[in-house]
């Protein structure tokens, strides 16, 4: 059974699948989110932080 919430893919995933979760969530390519990605961590901020702890709470499908 598939949760229609934000969840982690077990097939597809590059590092922990978060990106991958995130992109099929909002209907993208993950390789999209993945850029999107590493392009803020340009910018100052939690980005990293954020990732991690998405890691930790999107359960996986």
Known sequence: ????????????????GVCAGIGRKLGIDANIVRLV???SLI??????LIYLALMVLMPED
Not at 1 to 16: C, E, I, K
Request: glycine letters at 12%.
């Open 37 to 39: 990605f590493i392009a």
């Open 43 to 48: 910018i100052p901020g939690s980005q990293v």
């Open 1 to 16: 059974m598939r949760r229609n919430g934000l969840t982690r893919p077990r097939s597809g995933r590059v590092a922990m």
